[in-house]
Every structure is written in C-alpha cells, then in structure tokens.
C-alpha cells in the first residue's frame, strides 16, 4: 500500500458524528443544490429525448445518436483532465494560466478534427445533411474544453451552489432553443443547436462568477505535468465511454433496432436516476477528500490520509443509493407505461435488471477521487480497461441469446467492476471497506421491508384497480418512510451504531 495513504484504524460512531457534524451544514448545502441541478438537468435531458422521438423520423434519431456517441467521444478527448488537475491541488493564477491555455489548445485541435471529418463527409461522400451536422457539432468543442477547467475551479473554492444555478440556466436556454428548433423545422439540427447553446452559457456563467479569463502563457515542464496526470483521467473516460455504448451497439448488431431501442431507453431511465446520485457524489467526493488531503498534520506537514473520510462517506452513499434503485426496479413496470406508454413495455425488465447493475456500479464513483488525491491515479486506467474488456466480452457473448440475457451479463460485469472498485479504493486509498460491511446490516435489513412493503402495496393496488400513478406514488412514500424510519428505529435499539445517523 503506498506509505501516503494508510489504511484506517476505524470509524466509529462517535468519530462519525463528529465529521458528519463539522461538515453537514456545507455538505447538504452544496449537496442539495447540486442535486437540484442535476434533477433539472435530467428532467430537461428527458423531455428532449421524449419529445424528439416523438417529433423526429426514425432515420433521423438515428442519426443524432450515432453522430452525438461520436461527438460526445471528441468532447471527452477535448477535455481532457483539465478539470480534475485543478481540483487535485491549489493552483496559482500562473498556472491557471497555463492550465486555460492548454484547454484552448486541446479544443482548438477537437475542433479541426471536427472540421475536417465534416468536409470529407461533404465533399469525398457527398452527405451535406450529415456533414452539416457534424460542423454544427464541432462548435462545441471549443467551449467544452474551456468549461472543464472553469468547473474545476468552480468545485476547488467550493462555489457549488453558484455552479449549479449556471447549469441550470444553461439546462434552461438549450431547452428552449431546441424546442425552437424543433417547432420551426430544424429537424435533428434543433438538438445539435440546443447542446451547444447550453453549453456557452455555461462558459460565460461561469467566467462571469470567477471573473477570471486564461493569458495564453505555457511552459514545458508544467504543461508535461498536466498532460501527464491529464492522460491517466482521459484513458479513464475513454474507457467508461466504451463500456458505456457497447451494449447498444452490440444488441443493435446481433438483435435489430428494436431491441437495441428497448435497451437504449432502459439504460436512458436508469441512468436518470445514476446522474442524479452519482455526479453529486463526484463532486462532494472531490470537495470532502481534497479538503481532507489538503489538511495539515500534527507535524506540521499536508496530511493526505483521506481513508476515514472515505469510509464515511462510501457509506452514506450506499445507505441512500441502494434503496433508490432497488425501489426503481420494483416500480419499473408501472414507470415505463405512465412515462412511455404501453408499446415501451418490455424495456420494463430492463430497467429492473439494470437498475441491479448500477447499485453495484455505485461505489466506483468515487474512485477517482480517491485515487487522485491520493496520489495514485495511474493505478486506476489498468482496472478500468479490465472491466471495459470484462463488460464488452459479455456483452458480444450474450447479445445472440437476447436482450435479457445481454442486460444480466452486464449485471455479471458490475459485480466484476465493483470487486475492482473496491480492492483500489481499500488498498490505494485506504478506505475501510470491512468497516463498511461491518456497518452495513442495518440498511440490509431496512432495504428488505422497504422491498416487501413495496411490492405488497403494488399487488394491493392492482387488486383496487387503482391508477398507475396514485400506485407509483404511494409505492415510493411508503417504500421510502418505511426504509427510514426502520433505520431510525434499529439505530435506537443497537445503541448508535448503524451506519447513517
């Protein structure tokens, strides 16, 4: 284990009431309106994505999510690891400098990129539709790279409420644009429009807040530094974007467009829900560790010993993602008709399935974070690779047998991605996961009576014959009041030791 990071010694209740208690006020703060960002932005995202399915031809759709996977790929190369340099230590305003110039740089050369794929589709294949589209997409290039480090800065001086109001408005002005586009018959260029639109007024909202614009400055030895840590986050990304489309790509292949649509929209539910847990999680991650790693020991020097910090916070985040997901996988049934209708009804075992996948798939949020702070990113690409490889040979073996069979596979592949998860985490990062499992029966117990009262309550209003969203919503009252206040209850009986407070 490095000498950096050791392992913790315990994290007892009393020492987790004191941090929970030093650092709530901020914490909820900053986690509430980084949640509420994220519940505008995926309620926007969805609303496009229904509403352009609706409009749009099939053909068309098509075309946005192939072209958008291939931009979206760009944009990760574009930004690179900007962002998370910044958040990893202080910086000075020279260095902030280099670090914006080495963006601009980055997307300036995406953006080319961009350019010259569109010319060759309009000019060597002659499809002016396409190439059209994929200049209108490398607009966003530019902006992007520019934003990933105005966001870390954002997130390193603790301005999350600020960042998230920014996010909002810029969910806000894409989605009116795009639904402007789309009424005046801008077809799929509507959708490119709308992102990009979102996108600069993130980039000025956020140049406005900080009152900081890069001087093109850049020397060597530092710009060897950032590309160097920047290559470990990229490869990171690059890799959890494979893994990301390789399901669809593949049950499109093997099963036909119907399927791989069942399977889109599956993944596109439950990674509603993930986003809304999981980039909070990121960003409090990297503000609570980075505070941590950024104290002062008793001898004098920057103490990096975040294990006890990330053992509590690991489980406050299990203590309140898995109850979320193992409800959307009960009430998935009923979801899919009231939001898609009856004709999207087998995406439902999907969400089920899926939604098993991303409890498992949970803790590696974190990861990064932890490692980086840490000083061992580099241990983090390896992994990542392993189970990218893990989840797309599963995905290519199981995709004949059907799209159940593919969605379990991925299952198998989350279980493989978390035991990966937390060997890094445990043995890099110090973070205690026997303390964790230690501490975990509570929620186990409460997740089972949340479970069963929930799925008593879904037969009991089938027999009532009662509307599907009278049934959702009490599912998802009574489900969430029994898991707490079984908590609460257990808390009090074993004197104070459960795992949340």
């Not at 810029?170 to 996108?199: D, H, P, Y």
């Not at 710009?223 to 986050?233: D, K, N, P, T």
């Not at 993944?267 to 999981?278: D, H, K, N, T, Y």
């Not at 009490?474 to 009041?481: E, Y």
Request: net charge positive; glycine share 10%.
């Amino acid at each position: 284990m490095d000498s950096l990071s050791p392992r913790p010694k315990g994290v007892g209740w009393a020492s987790l009431k004191h941090w929970l208690r030093s650092r709530t006020p901020a914490v909820i703060g900053d986690g509430a309106s980084t949640l509420v960002s994220k519940i505008v932005s995926q309620a926007v995202q969805l609303l496009i994505f229904l509403v352009a399915a609706r409009a749009l031809e099939s053909a068309e759709f098509g075309l946005y999510a192939f072209s958008s996977a291939i931009v979206v790929m760009l944009v990760v190369i574009a930004e690179g690891g900007w962002g998370e340099f910044v958040m990893k230590a202080e910086c000075t305003d020279r260095e902030l400098d280099q670090i914006g110039t080495i963006s601009i740089l980055a997307g300036v050369l995406v953006t080319i990129i961009g350019a010259f794929s569109a010319a060759i589709a309009w000019f060597l294949f002659h499809r002016p539709h396409e190439a059209l589209l994929l200049a209108l997409f490398s607009c966003w290039f530019l902006p992007a790279s520019l934003y990933a480090v105005y966001e870390g800065l954002l997130i390193a001086r603790g301005l999350l409420r600020k960042q998230s109001i920014i996010r909002i408005a810029s969910e806000i002005a894409g989605l009116c644009v795009t639904m402007l586009g789309l009424w005046l018959g801008w077809n799929v260029f509507s959708l490119a429009a709308g992102r990009l639109v979102s996108q600069l007024v993130c980039l000025a909202g956020s140049a406005a807040v900080l009152g900081w614009c890069p001087r093109l400055h850049l020397t060597w030895p530092f710009a060897r530094e950032v590309l160097g840590f920047s290559g470990h986050i990229l490869s990171n990304r690059l890799i959890l974007f494979l893994r990301s489309y390789s399901g669809t790509l593949a049950i499109g292949s093997f099963l036909g467009l119907t399927e791989a649509g069942y399977f889109r929209v599956a993944e596109r539910i439950v990674a509603a829900f993930s986003e809304l847990i999981g980039e909070p999680a990121r960003m409090l991650a990297w503000t609570l560790f980075r505070r941590s790693a950024l104290g002062i020991g008793s001898d004098g020097r920057q103490a990096r010993d975040i294990g006890p910090s990330a053992t509590v916070f690991m489980m406050v985040l299990m203590a309140i993602s898995t109850p979320v997901y193992l409800g959307l996988s009960l009430i998935s049934s009923d979801l899919i008709d009231i939001v898609l209708g009856e004709k999207w009804a087998p995406a439902a075992i999907l969400v089920a399935i899926l939604s098993v996948k991303q409890v498992l798939l949970m803790p590696g949020y974190v990861t990064e974070a932890l490692l980086s702070l840490s000083g061992n990113i580099r241990r983090m690409p390896p992994a990542l690779l392993f189970n990218a490889v893990v989840s797309v040979a599963l995905v290519l073996a199981l995709a004949p047998f059907g799209v159940v069979a593919a969605a379990w596979g991925q299952c198998v592949a989350s279980l493989v991605a978390f035991l990966t998860s937390m060997r890094l985490q445990k043995c890099y990062g110090g973070l205690g996961w026997a303390e964790i499992m230690r501490k975990s029966g509570y929620v186990a117990i409460a997740v089972a009576l949340m479970a069963a009262a929930v799925t008593a309550l879904g037969y009991f209003a089938g027999s009532l014959s009662m509307q599907r969203v009278l049934t959702v919503l009490l599912q998802v009252v009574s489900g969430g009041a029994i898991y707490v206040c079984t908590l609460l209850v257990l808390k009090k009986v074993g004197g104070g030791t459960a795992t949340i407070p």
